[in-house]
């Protein structure tokens, strides 16, 4: 830790070394890496990595306005990413809006369509929906891409 925290002091301004520290902090002290994730956001608003690592911190948490107002702003900020939208739908998911969820997990398909935690949260989604054809079909999905992944 006191490494990091030499880091820190000799880079006050850069946000990746405010977002790693706090990254780093998470698993002993939570509150202090929320801290730092946040002061990465002070330094660079659009940071899109500590957007969508608050939002799912948050959502962890309960505390799901919070949660989603960091993975709606990194939507916002980088509406081109296929994780932005995974983490808006695991956010609305987590809140019962299932065709909110829906819609933005089908655009995180098409920007990336082999990334298999899309496709397994999409069949949530899809479940929740009543859609049950379209949830089995995503699972299925899910699955082929999950062995695939495990083969390389």
């Known amino acids: 830790m006191q490494k990091f925290?030499?880091?820190?002091?000799?880079y006050p301004s850069e946000p990746n070394v405010h977002f790693r520290f706090g990254a780093y902090l998470m698993g002993q002290e939570p509150e202090r890496g929320i801290a730092e994730i946040q002061k990465t956001l002070e330094l660079d608003p659009t940071h899109v990595p500590a957007l969508v690592s608050l939002a799912a911190i948050y959502l962890k948490r309960g505390e799901s306005d919070q949660a989603r107002q960091y993975a709606e702003k990194a939507v916002g900020t980088s509406p081109g990413d296929f994780a932005t939208h995974i983490t808006l739908g695991r956010v609305?998911?987590?809140t019962d809006d299932a065709v909110g969820?829906?819609?933005?997990l089908e655009l995180a398909i098409r920007l990336a369509p082999a990334v298999p935690e899309a496709h397994f949260m999409?069949?949530?989604a899809y479940s929740r929906?009543?859609?049950k054809a379209d949830a089995d079909k995503e699972r299925e999905e899910f699955q082929r891409l999950k062995k695939l992944s495990e083969r390389q």
């Open 5 to 10: 925290e030499a880091v820190v002091a000799a």
């Open 129 to 131: 929906l009543g859609r």
């Open 92 to 94: 609305m998911l987590g």
């Open 122 to 124: 999409l069949a949530s």
């Open 101 to 104: 969820a829906a819609k933005e």
